[in-house]
């Protein structure tokens, strides 16, 4: 992953996934994370992305999970705002 000949490859080209995917986070008004299935050849990718703002998660499941959690806690919020707003 480190110094790769192939384009994008390198995780320090900016044609990579570290450098691309932080622009698209900032870029979007909807919850983006990062998924990065593997072992501990993947560190310093999920380390960049991380520094980035990329909220990146080390299994499909823990990603899955937490973007539940968003969601639940969004459509709560909305139901204590009108709750209280309509009093």
């Known amino acids: 992953l480190l110094d790769s000949p192939r384009p994008g490859f390198d995780i320090n080209s900016e044609d990579s996934v570290t450098h691309q995917l932080p622009k698209l986070v900032q870029d979007k008004d909807k919850p983006i994370i990062g998924i990065v299935d593997g072992g501990s ?7 960049m992305l991380k520094d980035r703002g990329v909220c990146t998660f080390r299994s499909c499941d823990q990603g899955v999970k937490a973007l539940g ?7 709560n919020s909305e139901y204590i705002k009108q709750k209280y707003r309509n009093g």
């Open 69 to 75: 959690k968003y969601i639940q806690a969004r459509l």
């Open 41 to 47: 050849l993947y560190d310093p990718m999920i380390e």
